[in-house]
């Protein structure tokens, strides 16, 4: 029957079929963010209503991005698994601090972090289904390695900001059950850890973005070179 069938199938096409799956699924996911952001502007209810609209979305899409450190890990995708790891690991984090605390979801900063990100995945998500499916256009090529120039400066400011407005409540209500205390002289134990997420964002932002500016040309180079 079917389920014989599919069983016989190659392992490399029902990778396809499930990658094709997943990221179609991330790019609907994204674009109903994005859709929720805009919408809560777009009548005026001001940037504190975004987090209700988009936690629920957002908490699930995000941590089904954690599939994507395995992906890298079988070797279904080719992708460095240190890099994914990190950048996933990341925005997971981030996306329990809002959970968490407040006041790093109530402010424009938040909204500003839900465009960024959600914008640079539908693209990439989109990409990456299209380039599966055999579909290759090259606006949709153009916007994959272009858009990261704006959307990845702002999204990292975003994650960073988050981070650091975090720290009044963190100090006030803790975490985890853990309640602040103090480290040295002015410095508290949880106002140390986040200053400690946002120095490791210093060394990887050039590095990420140089990756990705190496990249844009790699994939856009022969193109403008024919123009």
Request: glycine residues 6%; aromatic residues 16%.
């Given at each position: 029957?079917?389920?014989?069938?599919?069983?016989?199938?190659?392992m490399?096409?029902?990778?396809?079929?499930?990658?094709i799956?997943y990221?179609?699924?991330?790019?609907?996911?994204?674009?109903?963010?994005?859709?929720?952001?805009?919408?809560?502007?777009?009548?005026?209810?001001?940037?504190?209503?975004?987090?209700?609209?988009?936690?629920?979305l957002?908490?699930f899409?995000?941590?089904?991005?954690?599939?994507?450190?395995?992906?890298?890990?079988?070797?279904?995708?080719?992708?460095?698994?240190?890099?994914?790891?990190?950048?996933?690991l990341?925005?997971?984090?981030?996306?329990?601090?809002?959970?968490?605390?407040?006041?790093?979801?109530?402010?424009?900063?938040?909204?500003?972090?839900?465009?960024?990100?959600?914008?640079?995945?539908?693209v990439?998500?989109s990409?990456?289904?299209?380039?599966?499916?055999?579909?290759?256009?090259?606006?949709h090529?153009?916007?994959?390695?272009?858009?990261?120039?704006?959307?990845?400066?702002?999204?990292?400011?975003?994650?960073?900001?988050?981070?650091?407005?975090?720290?009044?409540?963190?100090?006030?209500?803790?975490?985890?059950?853990?309640?602040?205390?103090?480290?040295?002289?002015?410095?508290?134990?949880?106002?140390?850890?986040?200053?400690?997420?946002?120095?490791?964002?210093?060394?990887?932002?050039p590095?990420?973005?140089?990756?990705?500016?190496?990249?844009?040309?790699?994939?856009?180079?022969?193109?403008?070179?024919?123009?």
């Amino acid at each position: 029957g079917t389920s014989l069938a599919f069983r016989f199938l190659p392992m490399t096409r029902i990778s396809e079929v499930y990658l094709i799956f997943y990221n179609l699924l991330q790019t609907i996911g994204w674009t109903c963010i994005l859709y929720y952001v805009v919408l809560n502007y777009v009548e005026d209810q001001g940037p504190g209503r975004v987090w209700p609209k988009v936690s629920s979305l957002l908490i699930f899409f995000q941590n089904l991005a954690v599939l994507e450190v395995l992906h890298a890990l079988v070797g279904i995708v080719r992708a460095p698994v240190v890099t994914t790891f990190i950048q996933v690991l990341s925005r997971v984090a981030v996306t329990y601090v809002c959970m968490q605390v407040p006041p790093c979801r109530e402010g424009y900063i938040f909204s500003l972090l839900m465009v960024s990100w959600s914008v640079i995945e539908i693209v990439r998500y989109s990409f990456y289904a299209s380039n599966l499916m055999g579909v290759n256009i090259y606006i949709h090529k153009w916007l994959r390695y272009t858009l990261f120039i704006v959307l990845y400066p702002s999204g990292v400011f975003s994650e960073i900001a988050t981070l650091y407005f975090a720290i009044p409540y963190l100090q006030q209500h803790g975490l985890f059950g853990i309640a602040d205390f103090p480290v040295y002289a002015t410095i508290t134990m949880w106002a140390l850890a986040v200053y400690t997420l946002i120095f490791l964002y210093l060394p990887g932002f050039p590095v990420m973005f140089g990756h990705m500016v190496t990249q844009r040309k790699k994939q856009l180079g022969a193109k403008q070179k024919q123009k």
